[in-house]
Each structure stands twice: as structure tokens, then as C-alpha cells.
């Protein structure tokens, strides 16, 4: 018989005395896999396809108003879209955007187990949820200005004259980027509240995809085949038509849609109230249901 030997090895042992980070660096960490994960960044070339179209096909419109614009006389440019217009045209592209890729922040963590992972000490439970809508978030938000941007650039610069268009229109900027605000804050959330509840994508999608399209449907299927004094309390049905109201009554525009001329009819702390409650609402689910997770 020959007796076991065990060999020890000096492979160079140091404490770390690099800075304490703590808290701060697991908060950061978060929110730098929450937009890697939504861009598909560091897994296959297939999982970016789908951030690369919806990301051009919101460009796309603010491309196509600058070239009509740069093309247009110039007693045509008045009937141009602007940028009131843009958020009505791209917020469907960007709810699909949003229905697709946020829930893919909370369902792999839940599926795979990682979840319990992260809810350890430092990262906090608020830390974890915060951080992953804000990574969606800032996602949403540069969706939502860069074309905007590039509208405003594209649209002075094909201007007559550049600095009178700037002093007529600068009131533009403020105002897109109100109007963004309430738009991405409603698209962030209320995926990511949906999301909570399963751990397949693919479920969470379909729903928020089919809340949005029923939604809709019976919206404008109320207003135009009932309609009379209470049509205008059936547009809000339509959950996709809020955060456009609040756009239109930002850009102060008139000419809307039936659906958003009926919300307009109302009371307008109605509609912003109604608007709370479909994002801080799921923003409350949301919480709530990791809470449980947790306990």
C-alpha cells in the first residue's frame, strides 16, 4: 500500500487593495447587463437583429420627414410632420419594441435561478428592480430623442433660413423631450410589470402585445359604432392613445386622430390621472411581486 501525498503550492496569495466600491458597483453592474442584455451585446448575432430593426425603424420616420422637408418649396414645408407627429407615428414601433425585449431583463434572471443570486447583500431588492428599469429606460430614451435629434438638425438645416427657423422652433426641444419622458416611462414599465409574472419571454410578449392590440380594437370600435356623450370616456380604452395625448397636449397640436380628439374632450387631469395609473400601477406590481419573491 502506498500512502496518499498532498503537495502544497505558494501560487502568490495578495490581499486586494484596490478601492471598496460595495453598494455603488453591484447598482452599476445592474444597469450595465440590463442594456447589454437589451442589445443583445456579448451572446449571438441572431439576438441583435431584432434590437437593430426596431432601432431603424424608429430612425426611419425622422429620416423621411428631413428628406421631405430638404425636397419641399418653400411654401410647402407647412404641411410637413414635425415633431409633434413623430411620437404619434413611432410609439406603435417602439410598444413593440418594448413588449419584445424588456421582459428579457426579468424572466432569464428567474428562469436560470440567478435571481437569488442577486438579491443578496449589497444589492437590495429596490437596488435590483430600480436598476433594471432604468437600464431599459436609458434604452427607451435614446430610441426616443436620437430621431428627434436628428429631426430637428435635419429639419434646420433644410431650412431657408437656419437661424430664423432656430428662433421660431427652439421651443421644440423642450418639448420633445417632455413628451419622451411620459412615453418611455409608460413603455418601460408596464412590459417589465408583465414580465414579473412569468419567467418565459415569450408569454410576457404575447400579452403585453395582445393587451395593446385589444386595447386599441375596442377603443375605436366603441367610439365609432357607439359613440354619442360617453364616446369620450371610451377612448380611454385605448391605453396606446394616452401618452399620445400628452404628446399632442404638449406640441399644443390640433389636428389628432378621432380617438385622441375624444380624450380631449375630457378633463385633462382625467386623462393624466388615467395615465398614473397605468404606469405607476404596474411600477406597484411590479414591486410587489418581488417582495414575494423574496419573503
Known amino acids: 500500500m502506498?500512502?496518499?501525498?498532498?503537495?502544497v503550492y505558494d501560487i502568490g496569495y495578495q490581499r486586494y487593495n484596490g478601492p471598496q466600491e460595495g453598494r455603488s458597483r453591484a447598482r452599476k453592474a445592474i444597469w450595465i447587463d440590463g442594456l447589454r442584455t437589451s442589445l443583445g451585446l456579448g451572446r449571438?448575432?441572431?439576438?441583435?437583429?431584432?434590437?437593430?430593426?426596431?432601432?431603424?425603424?424608429?430612425?426611419?420616420?425622422?429620416?423621411?420627414?428631413?428628406l421631405i422637408a430638404s425636397f419641399a418649396g418653400p411654401g410647402d414645408a407647412d404641411g410637413i410632420p414635425g415633431h409633434a407627429d413623430y411620437y404619434e407615428i413611432a410609439s406603435r414601433i417602439l410598444l413593440l419594441f418594448s413588449a419584445i425585449i424588456a421582459p428579457e431583463l426579468l424572466t432569464t434572471d428567474r428562469r436560470n435561478g440567478v435571481i437569488n443570486l442577486y438579491l443578496v447583500r449589497p444589492l437590495s431588492l429596490n437596488d435590483y428592480i430600480i436598476g433594471r428599469w432604468l437600464a431599459f429606460f436609458s434604452i427607451t430614451l435614446i430610441i426616443v430623442y436620437l430621431p428627434q435629434v436628428m429631426l430637428f438638425l435635419g429639419l434646420s438645416l433644410s431650412a431657408p433660413d437656419v437661424w430664423n427657423y432656430l428662433q421660431n422652433n427652439w421651443l421644440d426641444i423642450p418639448r420633445f423631450i417632455a413628451s419622451g419622458l411620459f412615453v418611455a416611462a409608460f413603455t418601460t414599465t408596464l412590459p417589465l410589470s408583465v414580465a414579473a409574472f412569468t419567467t418565459r419571454r415569450a408569454y410576457a410578449a404575447a400579452f403585453v402585445i395582445g393587451l395593446f392590440i385589444v386595447s386599441s380594437a375596442t377603443g375605436n370600435a366603441l367610439v365609432e359604432e357607439i359613440g354619442g356623450s360617453n364616446a369620450k370616456w371610451y377612448a380611454l380604452i385605448d391605453i396606446t392613445s394616452v401618452p399620445i395625448f400628452i404628446n399632442d397636449v404638449i406640441f399644443n397640436k390640433t389636428d389628432s386622430s378621432e380617438l385622441i380628439g375624444e380624450l380631449k374632450r375630457l378633463p385633462a387631469l382625467v386623462v393624466y390621472a388615467w395615465y398614473l395609473v397605468l404606469t405607476v400601477g404596474p411600477a406597484s406590481l411590479l414591486w410587489w411581486r418581488y417582495k414575494n419573491l423574496r419573503t
Do not use: H, N, S, Y
Open 2 to 7: 502506498t500512502e496518499r501525498q498532498g503537495e
Open 44 to 66: 449571438g448575432w441572431t439576438v441583435k437583429i431584432l434590437p437593430a430593426l426596431l432601432f431603424i425603424a424608429m430612425v426611419t420616420p425622422a429620416l423621411v420627414f428631413t
